[in-house]
């Protein structure tokens, strides 16, 4: 029982009763065995974790932990700005060469990176933010707010909208925020098409690269999938270059591993390490984690492109098929995140239960996880 001080908000009503009631939420995983999951004593396959790429049960990834954890104990318990262990510097060396930018910066996840990065980067300045941005962007323009930013809100993928709203006048940094992929849909946002405006007025896109980073990557037009090649992220899959881009991404999706990063210059990186209470206050990530992520770099050079190659089959097949059965999904991109959505969001839970009575598991999204029918409003 929720305490009576407490009462949930309406607008997560549903979320809560979901997780009081429902088996395909907030469930506990007794056992896996490759992609299936076992909850509550049923057998399912899981349709909802974002091990895009597998490698949390690669064998290769998973060997590499315990000479880790022999020479460097399970967690350096410092605070970054205190002191690193040496593979943090690997890394982060290892990422910059990946992407082709000077440098970035690693920090345990994005939601500390939002939290940190975005406020650090808006000082006093605006903050313009897509609607339909990560929810976990859209809490860290609060922080930016409280230090003394001004956010306003753009209608999502609506450049002359954002372009508008970067015209009116006033101090300090401007920052545009958006997703790289959006999560729900798995469709790519038109970065090229808000580079340009935002290289116009000396201000920083601010791209959240989730679920981009380890799946798409560079193209030269003669790419086995559409995904591109090498897994460096969306900015190279545009083929475009990291001028006033600011991308942000982590390891634990394509990665299974708990880590994210934030690219910038060594100018930026040194002022982010003393301006960002993430970074000074905050622990770091555990000794097994920087282990996976290192062998996981390591397996994406020799065996990524053939792993994506799998996972662009399956989306392909999960996609075709959907389309003969005539169920229609927001997803044009091939990516691996596919949206089906109910007509009516009281049949979610139904839903819900067929497919767990029948042994599949999946993300179930109610509002506020997904936007409501009608769109949260937008800055004039
Ligand atoms: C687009 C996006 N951004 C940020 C996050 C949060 O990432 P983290 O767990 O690294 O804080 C998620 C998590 O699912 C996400 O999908």
Redesign the pocket.
Known sequence: MIPAAYTVPPEVAEVARLILEHPMADAVVEEIDGRRIRVDGHWLVDFASCNYLGLDLDPEVIAQVPGYLTRWGTHPSWARAIASPEPYRRVEAAVSELLGVEEVLAFP???HIHNGVLPALAGEGTVLVDLRA?R?IQDATMLAAARGATVRRFRSGDVEHARRLLRRPGKGPRVVCM?GID?MTGNPSDLPAFAAPVREHDAWLYV?D??GFGIVGERDGYDPTPYGRRGNAIVRWFGEHYERIVLTA?F?KAYSSLL?FVTCSAELKHYLKATVPSYVYSGPVPMASLATALAGLEVNRRRGDELRAVLWHRTRTLLDHLDKLGIATTNTSGLPLVELAVTDPSDLDAVGRHLFDRGIYVTLAPYPVVPARRPASASS
């Open positions: 996840t994005l939601t990560h976990t997703d999560s959240d989730a679920h982590g634990s994210a």
